[in-house]
């Protein structure tokens, strides 16, 4: 255990030692000055950054640092993990929309679905030219069922990689132009998903999702040996 001790502590704890001779589990820090709470918390910090071998403690992390530890453990599965560090961010910044985002993303994980498109929206409402917060909420919609949204989100999506400079930007538009062509084969439309296919593969010609779905939609329209061709160039990049 470890005791913070005041300026003036009881003659029991002695002086100018970390230790008691008492209590040999007990570690003991103590301030500099009268009142020098701040110092002695920076003594326990440096302590436990010691002890554990860890660079920064928890509410030393920047929010950026902090969504990224909430997105490894959302896409290991450690759903809880993901929803405390991600409220941590929110506690610092209410308006981070990155945070809200993956908190709509827990919450569809959950089933919690309206809960899930009201973060989603508020997100998207925050940062309206983020295409990275738009892609989520129309996979949101598209996760429950609501195909005319989604629909028109990925549309629009897809459509941006055309006048996308970076490739980051690029890389959303082909994944929303796979999913949207993956909905359009939901509904039997199948000329319509080859299409949106075609054109995610002209923004991200490596995207294995996007060969999948456009295998998918050659076999729908029997098209067997460019089906077969377009799994293949899927499973290489895969």
Known sequence: AWVLLCYNSSWQWLLDREDSPWYPSLRLFRPDSQGDWQGIFRKVAAAL???????????E????ERLALARKYFSAGHIWEAERVSKQIETFDPAYPAALALQGEIAGRRGEGEQALALLTQAVALAPEDKELQQALALGYREQ??????????????AAGAQAQGKQEKSISAKAGAALAGLLLAQSKSEEALAAARQALQNDP?????????????SKLKDWQAAADSY?????RD
Request: hydrophobic share 45%; charged share 35%; no cysteine.
């Open 206 to 218: 490596d995207l294995g999702e996007a060969h999948a779905v456009l295998g998918d939609a050659l």
């Open 49 to 59: 950054k010691e002890r554990f071998n860890i660079e920064k403690l928890p509410g």
């Open 232 to 236: 293949l160039r899927a499973a290489e």
């Open 61 to 64: 992390h920047s929010d950026s």
């Open 145 to 158: 069922h609501k195909d005319e949204l989604a629909e028109a989100a990925l549309r629009r999506l897809a």
